[in-house]
C-alpha cells in the first residue's frame, strides 16, 4: 500500500451544497449511504479506528480515476456511488459568471474493496451555472435503488446492482424551472416511501416523489429560485415535520402531505443558505453567506415560529459549505471566514474561533468537513488532508493529519478540493478531479 504525508496548497469554495448498492462482500460495521452519513447527522459510529495519526502518514488502499465534480462518495453494500462531469472544456472556472459548457454527467459504481469500476451511467448536459466543474448532490442509496441528482435538474433512479434507469425526471422541464447560480445542490431526502426532492417552479419548490415510480406524491411552494439547503424533518411538539428552507422563508410542512405548518420570512443572500437546519430544544438555528444567521423558537404545539435573533454581529456564525454539528447547547462549525468556532445557544456567544484545523491564518471561505466519531472529530480540510483531534468550550486540540488527496480545483485564486467525505469499512473514501480514493483507518493499518 502506499502512503501519502506531505501538506500544501489550499481548498476553499463558496455556495454548493453544504454545499449509498450490492457488490463483493468487505468487512463494514455501518454504511455511508448518503450524504452526511446513514442518519445525516455527521457521525461514524464505527469502532475499531486508529487512535492516532502515525507520522509516516496513512494507507492508500485504492485509487480509482473520476472526473469533475464536488459531490461526497455514497457507500454501501460493497460499492462506491460518484457522480461527475466530463467536459473537454475548461470547467474549473474561478468566479461567479455563467456561461456554457458541454459534456456528460455519470453515476460511477466502484467496488468498495478494489475501486474497480462496475458500471457507469452517463449522459449529455449542458451546463449554464457557475463554478461548473461538475455536481453537487451526493448519491442516494436505498436498499436496491440509488438515487442522482445532477447540476442542471436530473434526477435518476437506478438499479445500484446493474446501473439499469429505474425512472428519470428532467426537473427543469417537468417543472417548468431553471438551475439557480450553482445549480442543483440539495440533497434528496429518503422518507418511507417518498423521495423529497428540493425542485423550483412555480407551487412546486418541494416535491415528494414515488421513490419506487417516480409518481409525483405532492408539491409545495413557490420561491425565487430552488436555493441549495436539504430537506430535513424534526420531531415537533411529537409530531414530524418536514423543514424546508428558501432564499426568502424558513418553513416547515406535513412530510406526509405538504400541507403547510409554519413560516416565516428571512432573506438568504444570493441565496446561498446551504446547511441543514439544525434542531435544539425548541429552537431552529440556520446560517449562510454574508453573515446571516437565524435562531428562531417554535410555540408549545409546534405551529409558529418567531424570530429569537438574526444576523448579529460578532456572534453566532456563519457556514457557507460546511455543515456546523452540535453538541448539547454548543454549536461547533466553521464561519465564512474559515474560522473554526463553538457558539453557545441560544445566545450565540463565540467560545472560540481558530483557523487551526485549515491554515495558519484565516481565509474567506475556508472550510474542514467535520464528522464526530467516538469522542473525536474527523475533519476533511481544504488542503486535501485529514485532520484528527478534540473539540470543547475550550477549543480545538488536534493529534494529527495527513495529507491524502491533491486539490485539483480553483476558487478565490486558489486550487482547492471541495468534497465531503464518506466513512465506511473503517475506511474514507473521497474524490477530486481526477480520483477517488480509499484510506484506511482501522486499527490495524498501522500496527
Not at 441549495?228 to 414530524?240: D, L
Not at 485549515?358 to 464526530?372: D, N, P, Y
Request: aromatic share 10%; proline share 6%.
Amino acid at each position: 500500500m502506499l502512503r501519502l504525508i506531505d501538506s500544501k496548497t489550499i481548498a476553499i469554495a463558496v455556495c454548493f451544497g453544504l454545499f449509498a448498492g450490492i457488490g463483493f462482500p468487505i468487512a463494514h460495521g455501518e454504511d455511508w449511504p448518503q450524504w452526511m452519513g446513514p442518519r445525516r447527522d455527521n457521525v461514524w459510529r464505527e469502532t475499531g479506528i486508529i487512535e492516532s495519526i502515525p507520522p509516516g502518514g496513512l494507507p492508500i488502499v485504492w485509487r480509482a480515476p473520476v472526473a469533475g465534480g464536488y459531490a461526497g462518495p455514497a457507500v454501501a453494500n460493497g460499492r462506491v456511488f460518484v457522480a461527475d462531469y466530463q467536459s473537454a472544456e475548461d470547467v474549473k472556472i474561478d468566479n461567479f459568471d455563467r456561461k456554457e459548457f458541454t459534456g456528460k454527467e455519470r453515476l460511477v459504481c466502484l467496488d468498495a474493496t478494489s475501486g474497480k469500476q462496475l458500471w457507469a451511467h452517463e449522459y449529455p448536459v449542458k451546463y449554464t451555472v457557475s463554478y461548473p466543474a461538475g455536481p453537487r448532490v451526493t448519491p442516494t442509496v436505498d436498499g436496491d435503488r440509488v438515487y442522482s441528482l445532477g447540476t442542471e435538474g436530473d434526477l435518476f433512479c437506478f438499479d445500484a446492482g446493474s446501473g439499469k434507469v429505474v425512472w428519470s425526471k428532467d426537473l427543469k422541464v417537468e417543472y417548468k424551472t431553471k438551475a439557480a447560480l450553482w445549480g442543483w445542490a440539495s440533497h434528496p431526502l429518503i422518507d418511507g416511501d417518498k423521495l423529497i426532492c428540493i425542485v423550483g417552479g412555480e407551487g412546486s419548490h418541494a416535491v415528494a416523489f414515488d421513490k419506487r415510480t417516480g409518481k409525483e406524491l405532492w408539491r409545495n411552494g413557490t420561491a425565487p429560485e430552488q436555493g441549495y439547503c436539504p430537506p430535513t424533518i424534526f420531531s415537533v411538539a411529537g409530531k414530524r415535520q418536514l423543514i424546508l428552507v428558501q432564499p426568502n422563508h424558513l418553513r416547515a410542512v406535513d412530510p406526509e402531505s405538504g400541507k403547510p405548518i409554519w413560516s416565516t420570512p428571512y432573506e438568504a443572500d444570493n441565496g446561498s443558505i446551504i446547511m441543514t437546519p439544525i434542531l435544539w430544544k425548541d429552537h431552529i438555528f440556520l446560517g449562510g453567506f454574508n453573515n446571516r444567521k437565524l435562531l428562531v423558537r417554535l410555540n408549545n404545539d409546534g405551529t409558529a415560529a418567531e424570530p429569537v435573533w438574526k444576523d448579529l454581529a460578532d456572534q453566532a456564525l456563519s457556514p457557507v459549505n460546511v455543515q456546523p454539528t452540535l453538541e448539547g447547547d454548543i454549536l461547533y462549525g466553521f464561519d465564512q471566514d474559515g474560522q473554526l468556532m463553538g457558539v453557545r445557544l441560544p445566545d450565540g456567544k463565540r467560545l472560540f474561533q481558530t483557523s487551526a484545523p485549515i491554515s495558519k491564518r484565516k481565509q474567506g471561505s475556508g472550510s474542514a468537513f467535520l464528522v464526530k466519531q467516538a469522542d473525536r472529530y474527523w475533519m476533511f480540510n481544504e488542503l486535501g488532508e485529514i485532520v484528527l483531534g478534540k473539540l470543547s468550550t475550550q477549543g480545538f486540540a488536534e493529534s494529527g493529519r495527513a495529507k491524502v488527496i491533491r486539490p485539483t480545483n480553483n476558487a478565490f485564486g486558489r486550487q482547492v478540493v471541495w468534497c465531503p467525505p464518506a466513512f465506511a469499512n473503517r475506511r474514507m473514501y473521497v474524490r477530486n478531479d481526477e480520483e477517488c480514493v480509499c484510506v484506511d483507518l482501522s486499527a490495524r493499518a498501522t500496527q
